[in-house]
């Protein structure tokens, strides 16, 4: 499973991006899908999931209220829409999937999901 993530970049405290992963390789809805982060001298961070039919979601509390996964298996693309940006948003954002068809109910950890994207880089300016 190849995932590319685009739509990072830079952008001023408050405003908004729309993070976009595309899939290739396996059926997209086999795939549960989520979003990570990693800023600098920090933890990688679970920030949201989505069940492979997109029916069920967890979130982070970090971000809650202020991001949204969802997914187009019709386009075998998840997105992250990120609104009220705060500088420390600031990390390389990645998308990653593991081969599940049940629903998704708590955080994971990074190492339960098998492909990961090679990162875009979210930049928060004030």
């Known amino acids: 499973v190849e995932l590319v993530e685009s739509g990072g970049g830079l952008v001023q405290a408050g405003g908004s991006l729309r993070l976009s992963c595309a899939a290739s390789?396996?059926?997209?809805?086999?795939?549960?899908m989520a979003w990570f982060r990693q800023a600098p001298g920090k933890d990688r961070e679970f920030l949201s999931s989505?069940?492979?039919?997109?029916?069920?979601?967890v979130i982070a509390d970090s971000v809650k209220g202020r991001f949204t996964i969802s997914r187009n298996n019709t386009k075998s693309t998840v997105y992250l829409q990120m609104n009220g940006l705060k500088l420390e948003d600031t990390a390389i954002y990645y998308c990653?999937?593991?081969?599940?068809?049940?629903?998704?109910?708590?955080?994971?950890?990074?190492?339960?999901?098998?492909?990961w994207g090679q990162g875009t880089q979210v930049s928060v300016s004030s």
């Open positions: 990653v999937s593991r081969i599940s068809r049940s629903g998704v109910y708590s955080i994971r950890k990074g190492i339960d999901y098998t492909y």
């Open positions: 989505i069940s492979y039919n997109g029916r069920s979601t």
């Open positions: 390789g396996r059926a997209f809805d086999d795939l549960e």
